[in-house]
């Protein structure tokens, strides 16, 4: 299951998980994220050893999402080590999203 969290919740996860965290950032009126949420919720299951996974609405953490530099949404990151190691901007489909997190996991 994709949790969502707020920029502070997020911090800490990054900061304080042992594994992997994967965040889609995205808003309700973004018609690409709500295409991608089953998706993320797919990969959750997938992955859940070796991911975290949460989602977080830029609507309501504008401040995060700009300094991550996102101008697009969707947009998914990968934090390993309390570092951002990847993201992917736009619409992944199931397979993509897989080998994309494959790559990156």
């Given amino acids: 299951m994709v949790k969502e969290v707020s920029g502070q919740e997020l911090d800490r996860l990054v900061t304080q998980e042992k594994k992997a965290v994967v965040c889609d950032f995205w808003a309700s009126w973004c018609g690409p994220c709500r295409m991608l949420g089953p998706v993320m919720e797919t ?6 050893d070796r ?49 994309w997190l494959e790559e990156n996991l």
């Fill in 51 to 99: 991911a975290e996974f949460v989602k977080v609405n830029v609507d309501e953490n504008g401040d995060l999402a700009a300094s991550l530099g996102i101008f697009s949404i969707p947009d998914v990151f990968v934090f390993e080590d309390g570092e951002v190691k990847a993201h992917n901007l736009g619409f992944l489909p199931e397979e993509q999203m897989r080998d």
């Fill in 43 to 48: 990969m959750s299951e997938e992955f859940k």
